[in-house]
Structures are given as C-alpha cells and as structure tokens.
C-alpha cells in the first residue's frame, strides 16, 4: 500500500498513529535541526517534520534535496503541531522519491507566480495543482452529479447518441466534416433529432455529452468543442420545459452551495441560488428597451453579444427572452397557431451570456417538410428523421444548456477556456 492516509484527511484521532501519505511536495523549509516539507495531495496538505538528531543523515539529506513538485511517499508517527493553522503533522521515519520533478517547471503550480491562460493550458497536467484551479472542476463534478440526480428524479432517462452523423440538423455550414469510409460524414453539434426521435418510446431523454461547433469565433465564451445537457420531453410545451430548466437550475446552484463550501472560499466567490420562475421579456420588447438605450435596431434582427450586454445590465441574473420572430429560430421549432410570424422557442439569458436554447417542437410532417425547404434545406436529406412522422410523434419540447457557460457563472469566470479541462477552439488543438 503508497499510503494509508490522504494528506489533508489527517485529524486528532490519529495522534501516535504511523500512516503513509502521497503527494507532491510543495515546500522545504530548514529551521535548524529541523526540516519542514510541505506535502499535497488532492485532498489538501500536510507538514511533515524531519528531525537530523533522530533520522540518518541519508534520509535527512533526501528531504533536503528534494525538488519541488516531486512525487513522494512519506511515513511516520502523527504528532501534535505547533503550527497555527494545522493541529496534526508528520514525525518522519522514511521518505520515497517516486518521480522527481525536473526544473524549472512552465509554470508555479502554487500559484505565487502569475501565469497567462496560454501557459496554464500548455501545462494543464500540473496547473491543476494549484488548489484554486482545481477547485474549478471539483465543482463542475458535483455541478454533473447534481444535473443527473436532478433529471433523474424528474423522470428522465439519459441517453447517449452518436457524435457522428451523416446530415446536420440545421445544416451543414458550421460542422466539422470528416472522410467517413468514402462517405462524407459531420461531428455532431447537437443531438437534436436523435433526441426528437427518442420521445416516441422514451417519453423523457437527456444526454449529457461534447458536441463540436466549427465557427470561427475568438472570444471568452465560445469553443469548438463544448458539453451540452441536452433534454427532450414528449407531451410537454415550451412552458413545461421552462420549469424544467429552473427547477434543474436553482437545484444545482443550491447544491453547489452546499458541497462546495471550500471550493468556492478558494475562488473567492460566492453564487447566489436563483428564485423561480425567472424573469421572462419578449423579444418585442427586448428591442424597444435597446432602442431606449440608443441602439439603432429593427424587429426581426438577431441580438448582438453588444446587445446582449446592455440587456444584461437592465436584467438581473436570469432571464427568458420569448416570442422570438420564426425566421430567427430553426426549422423544427413550432409557431404560434394565433401568429405564425412568431415562434415558440426561447433562449436563457445570464446577463450576456446565453445559457440555454429551445422550445416546442414541429410535431406535423407536413410542417416540418416546409419549414426545411423555407431554411434552404432538402427534405430528402432528412429522410431518416422524417419517417418517424408517421409512426404517431408525440407533441414534444426540449432545450440544450450549454455546461460550460453555466460553470462560468457558478465560478465566477470570465473566459471560458478556465473551466474546461482541454478546451479546443480555433487555435488550440493541443494538449
């Protein structure tokens, strides 16, 4: 066994207790007889104590010499300690270099140095060392745990589909495409009509899961590979969904709050749990709050990230925008029967960051067959996804969250490359 005992799980009730911890060392310290090393582990540190009148000088020399950031195993005897912020160390009797960590390294993984993004992302492996930064993704672990208990307890049944497809669901300008055994095949950006499909039988699907995106975009909140919590609901309208988001919204904000007290310290921020229902604005009157503000704009015209902005200043946290016009959604979002020209999908808004796209969905064929050709769109290209219009379509809705803009609002981040592990965008391929 490497060890008995993770680093920051030490207690009282160890004290006389010999245990065996792993980590990477963090610090040396000599005071002295004494030498101090810092030890860590993803559970938190440790001091560890080598006293040169009671270990051989080898051993004392080993600690020592150690370098910074190397792998250890350490053994000894649980000790009072004198330090304030920690009540138990280590009294050492052996210390094992594992890996040796050879400098310099690219960057300080304890933070003290600052480091651009770029740098960080090159050197991923050991940035997550810093506490601070992986405290980033100890959230977004509970933030995934959370969603799936969530929708779990909401009646959902998570699904995973494929990631390669032979026709895009809103056309193919803005997919990776990829040589599929002769046959031209695109990376999925979203499971829309495979999960469209599925509420024929499954009444209730989600999947979480990474979608690809190939839009030549260079900014803090887009990425060509992004995860998605995508869900789909059969006899169930867009107000139904809605609720579902919210509900699933202020559960994870609230449990975020509760198990990742330490986590969020780290950050420095804190996140206030939203209350339901959120704020809804029309699209109508969306454009008349921007045209007070001085923006020069015409109904029927997609938001800005500018406008986006100003919205975002005059509404609070999150916000719906509904009764979008029918040319600014996509073809398989359903319309009002009382005014055609408006349709049934809705985006949600924190601030200027748009979280989440949906609506009700076209559930005639007939419909579908002539929205797809008034988007430009062939209708035999969706001949798969067609068919099952006459198999008895439930009316259903959906929507699709994106995962890593609502981790930008729960870590308080501003550039969304900082939440996600290995991001890819337009120049970032590698590691």
Same mark, same amino acid.
């Given at each position: 066994?490497?060890? +008995? ?107 003290? %140095? ?17 506490? $601070? ?13 959370? +969603? ?44 829309? =009509? ?24 260079? +900014? ?33 904000? $609230? ?14 921020? @804190? ?19 921007? @045209? ?17 902005? %100003?919205?975002? $200043? ?24 009382? $005014? ?12 200027? =960051? ?11 064929? +007939? ?18 996804? =067609? /068919? ?24 308080? /981040? /501003?550039?969304?490359?900082?939440? %996600? ?11």
């Amino acid at each position: 066994m490497l060890r +008995t005992h993770y680093a920051g799980g030490l207690k009282e009730t160890d004290l006389g207790r010999e245990v065996r911890i792993a980590g990477w060392v963090e610090d040396v310290r000599i005071l002295g007889s004494l030498l101090f090393v810092t030890v860590r582990d993803v559970s938190g540190k440790a001091q560890v104590v080598f006293n040169r009148k009671e270990v051989e000088n080898a051993l004392f020399s080993r600690a020592k010499n150690v370098p910074r950031q190397s792998s250890v195993v350490i053994k000894g005897i649980v000790q009072e300690s004198r330090a304030k912020e920690l009540r138990v160390e280590i009294k050492a009797n052996d210390l094992q270099v594992v890996s040796e960590a050879i400098h310099p390294l690219p960057l300080d993984p304890t933070g003290r %140095v600052p480091t651009s993004i770029d740098l960080r992302l090159d050197s991923r492996a050991i940035d997550l060392r810093n506490p $601070k930064n992986a405290a980033v993704f100890k959230i977004r672990h509970k933030v995934l745990q959370s +969603t799936r208990n969530l929708l779990n307890q909401m009646g959902f049944t998570e699904v995973s589909t494929s990631r390669i497809i032979g026709q895009a669901a809103e056309g193919g300008a803005n997919l990776f495409s990829l040589d599929y055994f002769g046959d031209k095949a695109y990376l999925a950006q979203s499971p829309q =009509l495979y999960k469209e499909q599925l509420t024929l039988a499954l009444d209730r699907v989600f999947e979480i899961g990474n979608f690809f995106r190939a839009e030549k975009s260079n +900014t803090r909140k887009h990425l060509s590979e992004f995860v998605s919590v995508d869900i789909e609901a059969a006899f169930a309208d867009e107000n139904d969904v809605m609720q579902i988001a919210e509900n699933l919204i202020a559960g994870v904000f $609230k449990q975020v709050n509760e198990s990742c007290v330490e986590e969020l310290k780290l950050l420095g921020h @804190r996140i206030q749990e939203p209350n339901t229902p959120f704020e809804s604005l029309n699209y109508g009157d969306a454009i008349e709050e921007l @045209r007070r503000e001085g923006i020069n704009i015409t109904y029927g015209q997609d938001l800005t990230d500018s406008m986006l902005r %100003v919205l975002g $200043k005059l509404h609070r946290g999150f916000f719906w925008i509904v009764n979008w016009p029918s040319s600014l959604k996509p073809f398989y979002i359903e319309v009002r029967n009382d $005014k055609p020209e408006i349709s049934r999908g809705f985006d949600l808004q924190y601030g200027y =960051l748009e979280i989440a796209s949906g609506g009700m969905r076209v559930s005639s064929k +007939t419909t579908l067959i002539r929205r797809l050709g008034e988007a430009g769109l062939e209708a035999k290209s969706f001949t798969d996804h =067609l /068919k099952i219009f006459d198999w008895g379509v439930p009316p259903h809705s959906g929507w699709a969250i994106g995962l890593d803009r609502l981790m930008m609002v729960l870590t308080g /981040k /501003k550039n969304i490359r900082e939440v %996600v592990l290995f991001p890819r965008d337009r120049y970032r391929l590698t590691p």
